[in-house]
């Protein structure tokens, strides 16, 4: 195929490369004419630019646009499919799991197994070099996707790969961000599709490849020499200190492609710390530091059970922190809500310190709320209301007004509520002193009333400048301090005394490397652990 590459290291502007290209692509063959393909659907989105000049239907990932090409059939891989095949095959419990340990899981369960049933198969390893435990799982599995008639995800691709020569829609440029993030099995879709595309422009970073437990595969740059290759040559990101710790690191790896770029105008540091993962405190002594210079600071570990120290340790501080990149609280790394998205407690708790506002003059009036906001707060609160509030309260219609929401409270609230509710500032003790107990009992109503009361209201819906996560979870992102925890599991460290090793030192690489300021390498808690 017509490959043109750009090779992003950290901090290069790789996305902004990449969005300014695609935009002059669609400019002279048209939006219908170019796809935008990344390794998830929001990164597909974010190349695509925020003046969205492409179809929808042209933004994605390569699952995806294999996924509508071969019929969009129904998804081995959903949580009830799952259960039913566990159900079904009893000797392949399937589940969560542990998704801590980013690695190969030690035990033969049915998600061990599938995982690495499928990173196989994006090797295009011979299924003669499987494990016993994979072949065998694979019998059981391919039988009862075909008896329900379902398709996992490495099945879209190799379906679209032997289907579809042609990409849907015959596009002009194919456009790929993140291409370390790529299989031999998907970058063989790529280079099919291609073939009829007049160009095809990727972009990523050889050392930045840290998803080989899925099957992706950096050996994919050095073997397919592209048409045109550019360096984008300036990071905007890394500073000198941080260049000289993470260079020497990467370059444990012999197989590798050198690249040079150049370093932001500024010395930084990386600084040794006696804290460990668990034990955190010297960490956030720091943190609350870098928060008082106006500074942000990113914490993380290999593993998500490593961090759990210091999410408590953050909760008792009274500090704010999220994870804006991993949106999802499975980890607690968001207890605040993120994108909008944020817990009934805290949402009830804002509605109840947001009175309804004068349309014609715009200003706050105490007491008064919208139907939607009475509903949110009166719905936490037990000993508030006279018996059968709650129906009447429901039964408003949404177009109630403020005034008419206040008569009704007036009808359905104690007399000695109803006083507190006039007041001019909200009464957030009162408000605590009345939660029911399936939200006072909860973890999150003390961090909400110690932010409440050491940082005031707006802190609970202001961004966060505290952000923990595992490595992976900071892919793409970046902080002005970055705190590092070396250790691993006993996985991890099995890949980084095996043949897993440049795997752990590329991600260690990217953890290191998200700093624009400073680096803090902490001390490690057990014998499982890299050395700096």
């Keep these: 195929m017509n490959e043109y590459r750009f090779i992003g290291p950290p901090g290069t502007g790789k996305t902004t490369a990449i969005t300014k290209q695609l935009a002059v692509e669609a400019e002279a063959w048209g939006g219908e004419n170019v796809v935008a393909l990344s390794h998830t659907r929001a990164a597909a989105h974010e190349i695509a630019g925020r003046d969205q000049c492409l179809p929808d239907e042209n933004i994605g990932t390569l699952h995806a646009m294999a996924y509508r090409a071969i019929g969009r059939p129904e998804i081995a891989e959903e949580p009830k499919h799952l259960r039913e095949f566990s159900q079904e095959h009893p000797e392949w419990p399937m589940g969560a799991g542990d998704d801590d340990d980013l690695w190969a899981r030690s035990s033969y369960s049915g998600s061990a197994a599938l995982q690495e049933y499928g990173r196989l198969r994006n090797l295009a390893a011979p299924r003669e070099s499987w494990p016993t435990h994979v072949v065998n799982f694979a019998r059981d599995w391919e039988h009862w996707k075909a008896a329900n008639d379902l398709v996992d995800y490495t099945d879209m691709i190799e379906m679209a790969l032997l289907r579809f020569p042609t990409m849907p829609g015959s596009p002009h440029t194919i456009i790929c961000d993140e291409m370390q993030d790529l299989s031999r099995l998907q970058y063989e879709l790529l280079r099919s ?26 050996g994919i740059f050095t073997e397919n020499v592209p048409i045109e290759e550019r360096v984008l040559e300036q990071s905007h990101r890394i500073p000198a200190a941080v260049h000289a710790a993470a260079v020497p690191w990467v370059q444990q790896i012999t197989e590798r492609k050198q690249v040079q770029y150049r370093l932001r105008a500024f010395p930084g540091y990386v600084d040794p710390s006696p804290a460990c993962w668990q034990a955190s405190g010297a960490i956030i002594d720091s943190i609350q530091q870098h928060l008082q210079n106006g500074h942000t600071t990113m914490v993380m570990a290999s593993c998500s059970f490593m961090l759990r120290p210091v999410l408590k340790a953050l909760r008792k501080a009274a500090i704010p922190y999220g994870n804006p990149w991993q949106p999802e609280d499975a980890h607690g790394w968001n207890p605040l809500g993120c994108r909008h998205a ?46 059968g509030a709650k ?69 609970l819906t202001a961004p966060p400048r505290v952000f923990v996560g595992t490595i992976h979870s900071f892919k793409g992102a970046e902080a002005d301090h970055v705190v590092v925890f070396p250790d691993l599991s006993r996985a991890g460290m099995s890949a980084y005394l095996g043949a897993g090793r440049d795997t752990v030192i590329r991600q260690f690489y990217v953890a290191m490397t998200r700093a624009r300021l400073g680096l803090t390498l902490c001390a490690p808690s057990a014998k499982w652990t890299v050395t700096w």
């Design 342 to 387: 944020r817990p009934k407690l805290l949402e009830g708790l804002l509605a109840f310190a947001s009175p309804a506002v004068d349309p014609a003059s715009g200003v706050p009036m105490p007491g008064l709320w919208t139907v939607a906001d009475l509903r949110s707060w009166a719905s936490l609160l037990k000993g508030v209301f006279e018996r």
């Design 391 to 459: 129906k009447r309260i429901e039964e408003l219609p949404d177009d109630t007004s403020p005034l008419q929401v206040y008569e009704l409270l007036k009808e359905i609230t104690t007399e000695a509520a109803l006083r507190i509710l006039r007041r001019d500032e909200p009464a957030f003790d009162w408000f605590r002193g009345r939660l029911k107990a399936q939200y006072s009992g909860q973890q999150l109503c003390d961090y909400v009333f110690s932010l409440l009361s050491a940082h005031g209201l707006s802190v």
């Design 193 to 218: 599709w291609g073939e009829s595309a007049e160009r095809v422009i990727t972009a990523g970073d050889q050392d930045q490849c840290i998803y080989t437990f899925t099957g992706a595969d950096p």
